[in-house]
């Protein structure tokens, strides 16, 4: 089917692009389809889609990937990073049985130790006698 002088027809773009100039071909003079249309790859990072402790990145046209929730967060990077409460019963944490274990972003910490009981190492981690 030769295109005619005049003949137009409208164009779109594929997912993950952008439109721009005008979606109409024209057919010129010369039988060559004119336009100023163009489809651009739509960046999906931009709009920040995964948790802000995680890093977006983008992958195929209309595809992007969330990283994983750090250490001390459970969820997904695109469902969001929840704090892990490392002191809920259950849960390992390294505080001696006589102090307590205070959940932080994150994380956690022990309280300091009570009156008469030093620190331990690494190696030997809670409370001495003093």
């Known amino acids: 089917d030769k295109n005619s002088y005049s003949q137009t027809c409208s164009v779109g ?3 993950g692009y952008k439109a721009g100039g005008t979606p ?3 057919c010129g003079e010369d039988g ?3 336009s100023d249309f163009t489809c651009t790859d739509v ?3 931009a709009s920040s889609p995964c948790d802000s402790r995680t890093k977006c990145t983008q992958g195929s046209p209309g595809t992007f990937r969330c990283s994983s ?3 001390g967060y459970s969820g997904t990077g695109l469902t969001g990073c ?3 409460n490392e002191c809920a019963p259950g849960e390992v944490n390294r505080c001696d049985i006589r102090s307590s274990c205070i959940n932080t972003d994150g994380g956690y910490r ?4 009570p009156s008469g009981y030093s620190e331990g190492d690494l190696n030997n981690p809670g409370f001495r006698r003093r």
């Open 13 to 15: 773009c594929s997912n």
């Open 24 to 26: 109409t071909l024209t």
């Open 32 to 34: 060559l389809w004119a």
């Open 43 to 45: 960046d999906e990072c």
């Open 69 to 71: 929730c750090p250490s």
């Open 82 to 84: 929840k704090d892990r």
């Open 110 to 113: 022990c309280s300091p130790c």
